[in-house]
């Protein structure tokens, strides 16, 4: 931890962390594709129920820390993460620690809707069978229905569950995606910008069940979009370089940011 | 068009005519070029068409087979049913014979007479006796093939204008198949005899059956190795193994081993599973095992190409809720490849089907007139079997050469077809 960094003293929210309301703790993390620095000392709280987005230029490792945070890196042969990152104080770097259990903790949706080639009931139904939360054929179909219900796809798919989840649109497939993750009980949701491959009605789906989903989980949302990070989060992470530059709540960020490289990305100066 | 202002690097724009042929250079270089692409295809076709054309000119006449029906008279004091199965079925025939055409009084002339039947028509009398010898003392209508050269006189192979001492059938002989022809007791059915008979030493009993149990033997044998093994093999390269330098050393080699000659591999099958392990010569069992190796490197590149096309996302959302890389590989990636994992293997197994010299150094080339009934009998494969028929000089194996290439084609046209179906049928867009 580095004090004079101006960015990491803002990034962690002294009150929030008395409170015991950090979801994830992130101190020093560093990330390293082979002799590439992606990501340089950035230090983070997550907090709990609460929408964080990360923005910043193309290729400015929000993606990056994103992904170090279910530990998704790990399946990238050349990428080394150093540092430390707590999730509700437990350090998921540790050796001890399964990354296969840790995503059932922290779920992904990704860029590109990606459902499984399979029918919408087993794609929702893929994380509870394969993590044992279902002891009965009624349980599984309570959590199906639950999932789809919370990403407000339930009413759209009911009479077709077994029909392949491709045959979707693409605002229902990354929905279907969206309950596909929380169908495993997610404690936290991470987002790579999950509303760049969709129209724009479809992205303003996306943006309102995000915030129904902040009152059950932890939302950490990347993206290119300015305005979404406006219009769904809370707090605000400003990327550059591989830095964190800023960290804020939203209004703070987008209104009166206090670092000039993040006013002229907010400003459309760098991007 | 007659633009003469200059262009942004104020350079004189060429005039009309000279971009005028210069678009019709372009057109005629374009011209050429599908010319060239459309005349190498013509030729592949015209090839194509004189092979197979020329194989069934030559091979249409072996799926057909002279016959002769005789009326055999089952003497009782040639044929006793306490001595079977040994008895006179030749002289029952010759007699039969001689019925049909009377005034053969000569020893030499009646045996003569006998060649018109196959060497076979004897024991298929007495199969028949055999299996119910209650025929012992009736008259029975008996439809036996003819020997080789007979058969060839009948299909017009034999000209009667060649000098008599250049010809393998005398004068008399020729008219004495005339006499059968003109009373209605020649016929020429289609050949059941090349798909039920196993190999003979007489061309118009020899068939393909010993070849093709040999050849379903050994793909049987190498699917059942290649198969599992090229898989596992390519799973592990493909989605556990790190990529480092024994990983790229290894990719050239099962590279390398793909390009390997096909009689390298029999040699190191004689040495190994003969030489080694002692297994049984010309069996199917060892001929599986080396088209195997020859299979495994085909297998794995097609699974690791296959794997290879499964997108990055469809593993990313595995991964995202929790599977792990084997639940990941083994609930999602390999289902999605397999199609093109199986179009890979038929590809594979056609090619060990039509592989004939590692065939040829394990024994494989043998003469065997038993249809191998397990992977551990002698037997000969359909590729080695051709080998032999082309080798031999009778005249009726010159057709049947060609008619064994064309039923090896046919397996080979429906393999392939096989394959393209699966790929039409199960491949996935993304």
């Known amino acids: 931890m580095d004090a004079s960094n101006p960015a990491t003293a803002l990034a962690i929210d002294e009150t929030a962390e008395a409170e015991g309301r950090v979801k994830i703790m992130a101190r020093g993390v560093n990330v390293w594709y082979g002799d590439t620095h992606a990501i340089k000392d950035v230090s983070v709280d997550i907090l709990d129920r609460t929408v964080t987005a990360f923005i910043g230029p193309s290729g400015c490792g929000k993606s990056t820390f994103l992904r170090c945070l279910n530990r998704m890196n790990d399946t990238i042969d050349v990428a080394r993460v150093t540092g430390e990152i707590r999730l509700d104080g437990e350090d998921i770097y540790a050796p001890g620690v399964d990354p296969v259990q840790l995503r059932a903790r922290v779920g992904m949706v990704f860029q590109k809707p990606n459902p499984f080639p399979k029918s919408i009931y087993d794609n929702v139904a893929y994380g509870p069978r394969i993590h044992g939360l279902a002891r009965t054929r009624a349980d599984l179909d309570r959590i199906v229905e639950d999932s789809l219900r919370r990403a407000a796809l339930w009413d759209e798919v009911k009479d077709r569950l077994n029909e392949p989840g491709t045959g979707l649109s693409g605002g229902q497939q990354q929905r279907l995606c969206i309950a596909r993750a929380i169908a495993t009980s997610p404690e936290v949701l991470l987002m790579d910008e999950p509303a760049s491959a969709l129209d724009p009605i479809a992205t303003a789906q996306i943006e309102e069940l995000i915030d129904e989903l902040r009152e059950n989980f932890s939302v950490v949302i990347v993206t290119h979009s300015m305005q979404q990070a406006a219009r769904v989060s809370q707090r605000t992470a400003f990327f550059h370089l591989g830095e964190l530059v800023e960290f804020g709540e939203t209004p703070q960020i987008f209104t009166n940011p206090r670092d000039p490289r993040t006013e002229s990305y907010i400003t459309g100066r760098i991007g | ?430």
């Open chain 2, 1 to 430: 068009m007659t633009d003469t202002t200059p262009t942004l690097h104020g350079i004189a724009r060429p005039s009309a005519q000279e971009a005028a042929r210069h678009l019709a250079r372009r057109k005629r270089r374009q011209r050429r070029l599908v010319a060239y692409g459309l005349a190498a295809i013509a030729f592949a076709f015209l090839m194509l068409a004189i092979l197979v054309g020329s194989l069934v000119v030559s091979g249409a006449k072996a799926f057909v087979q002279t016959h002769v029906t005789l009326e055999v008279f089952v003497d009782p004091a040639e044929i006793r049913a306490d001595r079977l199965p040994r008895g006179g079925f030749k002289d029952v025939l010759q007699a039969a014979l001689q019925k049909q055409i009377p005034g053969i009084e000569d020893r030499k002339d009646a045996k003569r007479l006998l060649g018109i039947l196959s060497n076979g028509a004897q024991f298929m009398l007495r199969d028949m006796v055999v299996a119910d010898p209650s025929l012992i003392g009736e008259t029975i209508k008996l439809t036996v093939p003819v020997s080789d050269p007979y058969d060839q006189l009948a299909k017009g192979e034999i000209d009667p204008e060649t000098p008599e001492e250049f010809r393998r059938l005398k004068d008399d002989e020729i008219a004495w198949f005339r006499t059968l022809e003109e009373k209605g007791l020649v016929s020429m059915p289609f050949n059941w005899a090349l798909f039920t008979n196993a190999d003979s030493r007489f061309p118009e009993l020899a068939g393909l059956k010993g070849a093709l149990m040999g050849s379903f033997w050994a793909l049987l044998v190498c699917f059942v190795i290649s198969f599992p093994l090229g898989i596992g093999a390519a799973i592990y390269l493909e989605e556990f193994g790190r990529k480092n330098r024994v990983a790229d050393i290894i990719e050239v080699n099962i590279n390398n081993l793909a390009a390997v000659p096909s009689v390298v591999f029999g040699l190191l099958a004689l040495a190994v599973f003969l030489g080694w392990f002692g297994l049984p010569r010309s069996a199917p069992l060892v001929g599986g095992m080396t088209l195997a190796l020859m299979t495994l490197p085909t297998i794995i590149i097609a699974t690791r190409a296959a794997l290879k096309a499964v997108p990055p996302s469809i593993r990313e959302a595995a991964l995202g809720v929790g599977a792990s890389n084997q639940q990941v590989v083994f609930h999602h990636v390999l289902p999605l490849a397999m199609p093109g994992i199986l179009t890979g293997t038929i590809i594979g197994l056609a090619q060990a089907l039509g592989e004939t010299a590692p065939l040829l150094l394990i024994g494989m080339n043998a003469f065997i007139t038993s249809a191998p009934a397990s992977p551990m009998d002698a037997a000969t494969a359909l590729p080695t079997q051709i080998f032999i028929w082309a080798d031999s000089p009778e005249r009726g194996f010159v057709a049947r050469t060609s008619a064994a290439i064309l039923v090896l084609l046919g397996f080979l046209i429906a393999m392939n077809a096989l394959a393209i179906f699966l790929r039409a049928r199960f491949e996935r867009k993304w």
